[in-house]
């Protein structure tokens, strides 16, 4: 099979006359005679050797070789036009949509944000919480910052982060009902940030504690509502190295056992191809790195540490993280995807 492509001057006129249903108001919008889009259509159907509007009638009409090569003509065109608009735009200014998931945005994005509004006045924000891959595909959305496998075809990805996950709690809750070992975990309430229960499985598999007595368990679609349910006290939740580390700094959440497991899953940031060369998502994406870069990932063994050292008498005095049996932890359990 030939990989030459058809004139593209006669496939404009082709896609413009299909659109418009008449050569007339085809010709109009290319701003050329009417012989001039005939002549462009009939030299199409010469190169491609076949007929692709039936003549005749006051509107034109596909044959079924028009019908199937308008989508393909129509995408092309509209992807060209999509990049050259791009490109056309300002670096540091302009609208930029972006989606993120839920946890990530609320706990680390949002937190930042006024390094990039500040550095970037005039490019105005849209920030929409998700965690939908099919997002990436979407003429609305310019940048997706998404948790999963990076699997992706058909768009541009890049690796944001790994991440680790370990117990998280109120330094109130762990003070009224303490946390002695990892079987005292079955007298309080185990917050899922995913509807399966696959991550906590995980910890309990590398904590030695698979057969462990459940409680009381409550279910969340994401990590932002099971690490908001901990900060209320409401349970015991599964946090991870980006997006509990301020909270745990603050402290407003202690990590109570010295064991955390590797999440199967990463962040990745996306988007479409021809989205990527705009100069406006550069520098958005361009900041995410830089700021990941510039604060860095404490352990949180030892931001736990840190801060119940430096509480003195208040809520979390003396109070100690519990070693866990295993340190090294490893396990391939399958995870949802729903985490952050």
């Known amino acids: 099979m030939s990989n030459r492509l ?13 659109r418009r249903g008449s050569v007339t108001a085809a010709a109009r919008e290319l701003n050329v005679t009417h012989g001039a889009v005939s002549h462009q259509i009939r030299a199409l159907e010469e190169s491609l050797g076949a007929v692709l509007f039936e003549r005749g009638g006051k509107r034109l009409k596909l044959t079924s070789q028009g019908a199937l090569l308008l989508p393909a003509v129509t995408e092309a065109f509209g992807g060209i036009a999509a990049a050259t608009a791009l490109m056309k735009r300002p670096a540091t200014s302009g609208s ?5 998931v839920p946890a990530l945005l609320s706990f680390w994005i949002v937190p930042r944000l006024n390094r990039f509004t500040e550095q970037y006045p005039d490019v105005k924000l849209s920030l929409v919480a998700a965690n939908e891959p099919a997002q990436i595909f979407s003429r609305d959305v310019d940048v997706s910052i998404l948790y999963g496998d990076g699997n992706w075809p058909d768009c541009w990805t890049r690796l944001w982060s790994h991440l680790r996950l370990f117990p998280i709690a109120s330094p109130t809750l762990l003070n009224s009902r303490p946390l002695r070992s990892v079987r005292d975990l079955s007298d309080h309430m185990l917050l899922h940030g995913d509807r399966d229960g696959r991550e906590w499985n995980t910890w309990f598999a590398a904590a030695d504690a698979v057969d462990l007595a459940r409680g ?20 015991i939740a599964l946090g991870d190295t980006i997006t509990a ?16 497991v590797p999440a ?77």
């Open 6 to 18: 058809p004139p593209l001057n006669p496939l404009r006129a082709f896609e413009a006359a299909a």
């Open 96 to 100: 930029l949509t972006i989606t993120c």
């Open 216 to 235: 009381q368990q409550l279910f969340t679609s994401d990590a932002r509502l099971s690490t908001e349910a901990a900060l209320h006290g409401q349970g």
């Open 245 to 260: 580390a301020s909270l745990i700094a603050r402290g407003e959440l202690v990590v109570p056992f010295d064991l955390s």
């Open 264 to 340: 199967n899953d990463a962040f990745y940031v996306a988007c479409r191809q021809e989205v990527r060369a705009a100069p406006i998502v550069k520098v958005f994406i361009d900041w995410l790195f830089a700021s990941l870069q510039e604060d860095g990932l404490p352990e949180p063994q030892t931001s736990a540490r840190m801060l119940l050292r430096t509480r003195g008498g208040r809520t979390g005095e003396g109070y100690q993280p519990v070693s866990s049996p295993r340190t090294r932890p490893h396990d391939n359990t399958r995870k949802s995807k729903t985490r952050a």
